[in-house]
Structures are given as C-alpha cells and as structure tokens.
C-alpha cells in the first residue's frame, strides 16, 4: 500500500538520460517547464509531448512506473480538468441544469490536463533517472554562484540530499508501526472523521520519535567523519560536462526557441 | 481436538501481475496445538515475518487459508478483528510503536481497541504489568523515561494485555543483553504457563531456541524445510549450514569431536546435556 509510492524515487539504470550530467538534467528540466507553459497550440503541445516521450522511451522508464506515481495526484489532475470544462466561457456545446460545457471549455480541459500530467512527467523523469546524491551535486554546483550573496548553498544542497535519502525509510517505517498498531486492534479505516484523525496519534507519535532519533543519530556518525560543512571540501566525482552534455544542452535550447516560437505564431 | 491455529496451503505472491512479482512464502501448512511453545528459524528473506503476520489476519493470503479453532478467519470481518486480539502479535523492535504518556495507558491501548469494560482493562493492565516484571511505581512514567529493556517489555505487555490464546513474537530478544534476553524469555514462559497459550518465536539465536522451544519449524525460501523437536532438526546440521543457518555452538563441539573419532552423542543443544553426556561417557561416574 505505502510502498507503492514511488514519488522522488531513483530507479538505477544506464541508459543515455541516466548518464547525464545531473545539472544539464535540472537546466533541461527548467526549459521543459517554460517551453511547456508557452506551448499554446496542438503542435506546440504535440512537440513537447514528443520531446516528453523520446526523453521516456530513452531511459527505459516504465510507463506503469509513472502511471502509478500519478495516482495519488489523480484527484487534483481530474478536479482541474473538470474546473476547466465547466468555467470555460465560449460557444455552448451541451447544456443541462445550471451547467454548460463550451467548445472553449472542452480544449482548455484536455490542455490542462495534458500540461499537468506532463509537467509531473517531466519532474519525474529527473528523480527517476538521477540519484538523490548526484541531485543535489548539480543543485549545488548550480547555485554555487548564489554563494557570493552569503546563501548556504552547500547547507541547503545536503538538507535536500538528507531529505530524498530519507523519504523510503520513512515510508517503511511508517508501514511497519501501522501494522503493528494494528496488531492491537487499531482501527485507520473505520469512524468518522475526527476518530480517523485521531486514530493516527499512535502513527505519529512513534514516527516523530525515531525520526528524531534518526537524525540524532546521523548527526552524530557525520561528525564521526569529520563532517563540517562544504568549506574545503573536495569530491571522490567531480561533475565534468562531456560532449553528450553539449549537445543536449544546445538542443533543448533549440527545442525552447522552437516551441516559442510555435506559440507566437498561435500553433 | 482441532489445533488451534492451521494453516492451509498458504500462499502470498507480492505484486502479484507486475514484473516485481514474487512468492514470499508457498504452500505452507502447519498447525499449532494449545500451550505449545514454537520456534521458527530461517535465514532473512525465507518468508518468517510473511507468514506470522498471515497469522492474525495482519496479511490476506493470496492463496490458502488461516483458521483460527478451525474457523477461516477470513470467514467474516468481525472474526478477521477478533483475530487480532486472540493471536497476539508482538514485532521486532516493538518498542518503537510505544507512543502514550504513561505506561499504564499504553499497555491499555490494546485492551481499549477491544471494547473492554474499565476495570477489566486496568486488571488486565495490571496483569500484563507483572507478567513480564514492571514495578508498580513506574506505570505512571512516560515510556520514554525507560531504559530499552524496560521500553521492549512495556511494549510485549501491550499485546499480553488483550490475553491472546497465541503469543507471536518476532525476535523479541534482539540487541539486548544476556540478562536482559533471559529476563524477557522468562516473562514469556510465565505467560505461557500461566494462560496456556500457545507461543510462537521467531529467532536467530540458536541457542535460545533449543532452550525453549518444544518444536521447530524450519523456513527456507517461502517453504517450510523442517519440522520436529529441536534434537531432531539440530541433528540434520549440513542442511541447516546450506541454508545459510547455525546450529547452538556446543553442538558444533560435539560434532567437531566426533569427526576426530569421539563416540560421542551428537544431538545435544544445551550445556547442561553436553555436560551429562560427556559425564555418561566417562563412564556415569556421576558429578564428581
């Protein structure tokens, strides 16, 4: 149940997108993201969608892999699409009670649709094909400008990296005090409201407790090593772009232009 | 008289339809009789923890059935619940689900769940307490003001609490001391002595197992490898080896002895019936 969950999890691999330089993958995702929201007509969508699939079909990710991470954002995907099919103003197609669907409203529906999946998609596509670790390499190196300005970079870089880290420990953790509260006869799915909120005291409660115990504990075998910040320290791999890098790099640029220009011309 | 516990060709798949698909544990059928004190050993990823928790309803076997005084407890939803309560559960760790302010009102969530009256709760509560040794004074402390082996038998008093017939434990002696291990091997005979429930043990030590244990099953790859008296499984060692499993030391010595040409008798698991053993073989002269 809880282990289905498969958001910002790493799936190892070695194919072309896996071998990217983890900062041409954040830049890439960020171009994504801006050609995807200038995109404003079907080939523009249909070119992002391309770009999408190609970037799927070449890390071997499995479609069921992402379909299943969409499921918890089923909910708001739908609520959106819905929204936008009955507040569209525009040429009435049917109409029944107080609502009415519009032509306008059926097109910004299904674009809203498709620009949300794939904006999850896409962000997907980095943590799936990315290590936590080479991640927050490239965020660092990345910001490393932002450094100059007095901002923590290598403190924000490292909490990020520690967070990733731990979101599938938490996550069994979590399965694993269920059950076991449920071996007492705890009850998650049944009662009204406030007795599911408060069914979930003895969830919690553990779960803050070894969270702080874990962390207490992490801290503690960081000093070991003598851990103590990013100040002089140096990398076992240092991140070296190699030609792949450029290339992709001066493509997505491309593709951005392209698209851009595809939405100025109303496409 | 029907056991109290059976399983029947139980089988779980996890995944079942996706390319992670996997048999956790496959056809297993055992059955527990009343007052028995079980062990259950097996190398990590055999299917232990799998088939214990098959065993009060915690997971709906893909295949096969549990039945409780030969009931499916699957049969309706209120037996599935009564389950709980009736096949105690205790988890490895167990002190890491502890989670009230006080002792007393952790030990009671269990009876709580069961929709108990209040008085039988706190003589429940009270019960559970001695059974496994926790003073009076410090049912009132929070459980997090306790030392580890005080916090692991608040937490198996949690579950003794509800009185289950069947007393499931997942390696409850792990990461304490030798006092501590005896401490709480011994809270778990006198339970067993004194509801004659039946226990269950999973555990690593093969040492405490021939100590305690009346029967042994044996796990290995999601099947059940063996099953007998300790003397019987200990005896039957080159199988256990290759399934990456121990047995106690000082019958590893006895088997060493043999192979330099001892007569000795190689199916003793304790120290005591290596030493009357070794006396019996000088000649019964007796405890000198």
């Known amino acids: 149940m809880l282990k289905d969950i498969t958001l910002g999890q790493y799936f190892p691999g070695n194919t072309p997108v896996h071998r990217l330089d983890p900062r041409t993958k954040l830049i890439l995702v960020v171009v994504y993201i801006v050609a995807l929201f ?6 523009s969508y249909a070119v992002v969608l391309a770009a999408l699939a190609a970037v799927v079909v070449l890390s071997k990710i499995k479609l069921k892999v992402i379909a299943k991470s969409m499921k918890p954002l089923l909910f708001i995907i739908v609520l959106t699409g819905l929204l936008n099919l009955f507040y569209s103003q525009g040429t ?47 965020l660092e190196k990345l910001l490393n400008p932002l450094k100059r300005i007095r901002v923590p970079v290598h ?11 731990f979101i599938p420990t938490l996550i069994e953790e979590t399965d694993k005090i269920m059950n076991a509260q449920k071996a007492r006869g705890a009850d998650f799915e049944t009662g009204s409201l406030m007795q ?10 553990p779960l803050f407790i070894s969270s702080f115990r874990r962390a207490d504990e992490l801290a503690v075998a960081m000093e070991c090593r003598c851990y103590h910040g990013g100040d002089g320290r ?14 992709t790099l001066i493509g997505g640029v491309v593709f951005l232009a392209g698209v851009i220009a595809l939405g100025h011309f109303g496409l | 008289m029907t056991p109290i516990l059976q399983t029947r060709d139980l089988t779980h798949t996890y995944g079942a339809g996706t390319p992670f698909e996997s048999d956790a544990i496959q056809q297993v059928n055992l059955s527990f009789e009343r007052g028995e004190f079980v062990g259950i050993i097996g190398h990590t990823g055999s299917g232990k923890s799998t088939l214990i928790q098959h065993l009060n309803g915690l997971l709906k076997p ?40 006080t002792v007393y009102q952790d030990i009671a969530f269990g009876p709580k769940n069961m929709g108990l009256k209040q008085d039988e709760i706190d003589q429940r509560v009270r019960r559970a307490a001695s059974f496994v040794g926790i003073p009076e004074e410090n049912l009132e402390k929070s459980p997090f003001e306790l030392s ?15 009185e289950p017939d069947v007393l499931i434990l997942d390696e409850p002696t792990a990461g304490l001391d030798p006092v501590g291990r005896e401490g709480i091997l011994a809270n778990i005979r006198a339970y067993q002595a004194a509801q004659n429930a039946t226990v269950i043990m999973v555990s690593h030590s093969m040492e405490e197992i021939a100590s305690n244990v009346s029967r042994l099953i044996v796990m290995n790859h999601g099947r059940v490898a063996m099953t007998g008296a300790p003397r019987e499984v200990f005896t039957r060692s080159k199988e256990l080896i290759s399934m990456g499993l121990d047995i106690p030391q000082i019958t590893q010595v006895f088997l060493r002895m043999r192979d330099m040409g001892l007569p000795v008798d190689t199916s003793v698991f304790t120290v005591e019936q290596a030493l009357e053993s070794l006396l019996t073989l000088r000649g019964g002269k007796g405890h000198a």
């Open chain 2, 62 to 101: 893909t295949g096969g059935d549990v039945l409780l005084d030969g009931r499916s407890i699957w049969s309706d939803k209120k037996f599935t619940r009564e389950t709980r309560f009736r096949v105690g559960l205790v988890f490895q760790y167990p002190e890491y689900q502890l989670f009230e302010e």
């Open chain 1, 234 to 247: 140096t990398r076992l791999k240092e991140l070296v772009y190699q030609t792949m890098d450029y290339v």
């Open chain 1, 38 to 43: 200038s995109a404003g007509g079907v080939v």
């Open chain 1, 92 to 138: 009435p197609l049917v109409s029944f009670w107080i609502f009415t669907i519009t032509r306008e409203g059926v097109f910004n529906a299904v674009f809203m649709i498709l620009r949300i999946s794939m904006l999850i998609t896409g962000t997907f596509m980095l943590t799936y094909t990315t290590s936590p670790i080479a991640l927050t390499d490239g």
């Open chain 2, 148 to 162: 580890g082996g005080q916090k692991r038998r608040v937490a198996i008093a949690g579950v003794i609490a509800m």
């Open chain 1, 155 to 165: 403190e924000l870089a490292m909490m990020m990296c520690i967070a990733l880290r």
């Open chain 1, 196 to 205: 599911r909120a408060k069914a979930l005291i003895p969830i919690l409660v």
